[in-house]
């Protein structure tokens, strides 16, 4: 790993780390052993990619924890994968300053609620709110 950028265990106690320059997050157990990747593409792979694409992760708040969170500052998009295979769901954002885009989409946290918080750094400076719609 490059930069390890964040760690978050899931209800099962399986241990995810962010490999921001990766471009990927490594599942681990508790004990260290590896369990797989998951692939977060930056759409950028026949060049080196300093800012890579794994800086944050979150999981939804319901019992099973369906959805992972990740964001990507390298895109400056959120990817929302299907917890159990990975698989990515949906994504969105863009680079931007207006509502709903990104510059340096860094940190994101959900509440009780489901509500996704997402924190912008360095030059981004700012907290967006996005609810859950079905």
Same mark, same amino acid.
């Given at each position: 790993m490059?930069?390890?950028?964040?760690?978050?265990?899931?209800?099962?106690?399986?241990?995810?780390?962010?490999?921001?320059?990766?471009?990927?997050?490594? %599942?681990? &157990?508790?004990?260290?052993?590896?369990?797989?990747?998951?692939?977060?593409? #930056? *759409?950028? $792979?026949? =060049?080196?990619?300093?800012?890579?694409?794994?800086?944050?992760?979150?999981?939804?708040?319901?019992?099973?924890?369906?959805?992972?969170? %990740?964001? &990507?500052?390298?895109?400056?998009?959120?990817?929302?994968l299907?917890?159990? #295979? *990975?698989? $990515?769901? =949906?994504?969105?954002?863009?680079?931007?300053?207006?509502?709903?885009?990104?510059?340096?989409?860094?940190?994101?946290?959900?509440?009780?609620?489901?509500?996704?918080?997402?924190?912008?750094t360095?030059?981004?400076?700012?907290?967006?709110?996005?609810?859950?719609?079905?």
């Amino acid at each position: 790993m490059g930069v390890v950028h964040c760690v978050v265990m899931d209800n099962s106690g399986l241990v995810y780390v962010c490999d921001r320059q990766g471009n990927r997050i490594q %599942v681990f &157990d508790k004990m260290g052993n590896f369990k797989k990747s998951i692939w977060i593409k #930056s *759409g950028h $792979e026949e =060049t080196p990619d300093s800012w890579g694409t794994a800086w944050w992760m979150r999981f939804s708040r319901d019992p099973a924890q369906k959805f992972m969170y %990740v964001a &990507d500052g390298r895109n400056e998009l959120v990817h929302i994968l299907d917890h159990e #295979s *990975g698989a $990515e769901i =949906t994504k969105f954002g863009r680079p931007g300053h207006q509502i709903g885009e990104f510059t340096h989409c860094h940190t994101m946290d959900v509440d009780s609620k489901g509500n996704l918080y997402i924190a912008e750094t360095d030059i981004g400076r700012r907290v967006q709110k996005f609810k859950l719609v079905r």
